[in-house]
């Protein structure tokens, strides 16, 4: 199916910086795979690369995809995102220019490179009774039927990651089988070929501070009136959309769960947390190429990424 470069890390490691940079070195062109950038609206909270952001040292403008794509009052699945992901990547590589799809998402990206079919009903009134079951009484009480009924999914699912449990809880009980059942993934076996997956990284001390920064950022950018601009437009709490870390727990300020104090603090951890996360899914995969990103000079590792993608993809 083509040529393909994928360049991972975890939230606020510069993926984006280095990525437009490549990009525009080697007639590239990017493609979010981040399971929120997909909606319209959701900027602040999400990191959302804007379009002065969007140019290489050479002022070359960088053409991104899979950004704004949908509205947060609607559904959009891993399936979905797979969907057209890859018909994404198939024009542009069909255009002869070089796809670089750019992820933070471990599911979401693992879905698009491999060979990975999903089988999942929706059942809407199912999944509303559930958020809103979490939204009421918290998530606690959903993980803990969840690891009842399919124990291999709740280990590999986040006891606070509402939205991945409310799915399985949601595929089980309109289907009675376990979500686990219902993916099949032949990892390690891509659907592209050349392959050239980069991976970034910093040391943790580090990152978690960088996290720290982006997260006061957001809230001094307007995060909490990106948020309530979305709730009075109609968004619902109960949207998937909703369920993205910072947009979640804002909602719950709104709701007088917290104050904005602890607020900021449970989006800090949880941003910390995902992060964890996203290194512990990617560090299994041994086709990833690991780089040290230099905070105080991120691009200087741009020649050597070129050079290991140029021994495998002609760019």
Request: aromatic share 6%; hydrophobic share 35%.
């Amino acid at each position: 199916m083509g040529k393909l470069i994928v360049i991972i890390g975890p939230t606020a490691v510069g993926k984006s910086k280095i990525g437009i940079e490549l990009a525009s070195q080697i007639n590239g062109e990017i493609m979010s795979g981040d399971s929120m950038q997909i909606y319209q609206g959701m900027d602040i909270g999400t990191a959302k690369v804007q379009e002065s952001e969007m140019y290489g040292i050479n002022k070359v403008k960088v053409k991104h995809h899979m950004i704004d794509i949908i509205s947060p009052q609607k559904d959009y699945s891993v399936a979905d995102f797979q969907q057209d992901a890859r018909k994404c990547i198939d024009e542009i590589n069909k255009s002869e220019k070089t796809p670089i799809l750019l992820g933070g998402t471990g599911l979401y990206v693992r879905s698009v490179i491999d060979k990975y079919d999903f089988q999942v009903d929706v059942n809407h009134s199912i999944r509303l009774d559930l958020l809103e079951t979490a939204q009421e009484d918290g998530t606690a009480e959903l993980y803990k039927e969840l690891k009842e009924i399919d124990a291999a999914s709740a280990e590999r699912i986040h006891p606070n990651d509402t939205k991945r449990i409310v799915r399985a809880l949601e595929y089980f009980k309109t289907t009675g089988k376990p979500i686990s059942s219902a993916m099949v993934a032949d990892y390690g076996c891509s659907i592209y070929n050349p392959l050239v997956m980069i991976g970034l990284n910093i040391s943790r001390p580090i990152l978690y501070e960088r996290i720290n920064q982006r997260v006061d950022n957001m809230i001094q950018e307007g995060l909490i009136e990106e948020v309530e601009n979305l709730l009075k437009a109609g968004v619902k709490p109960t949207n998937t959309s909703m369920q993205a870390i910072g947009y979640k727990q804002v909602v719950d300020y709104f709701y007088k769960k917290s104050s904005l104090e602890e607020t900021v603090r449970i989006i800090k951890r949880d941003s910390r947390r995902f992060a964890k996360r996203q290194l512990t899914w990617f560090r299994k995969d041994s086709r990833i190429n690991w780089f040290e990103v230099d905070i105080d000079n991120p691009l200087n590792i741009i020649d050597e990424i070129k050079e290991k993608v140029g021994r495998n993809i002609n760019v």
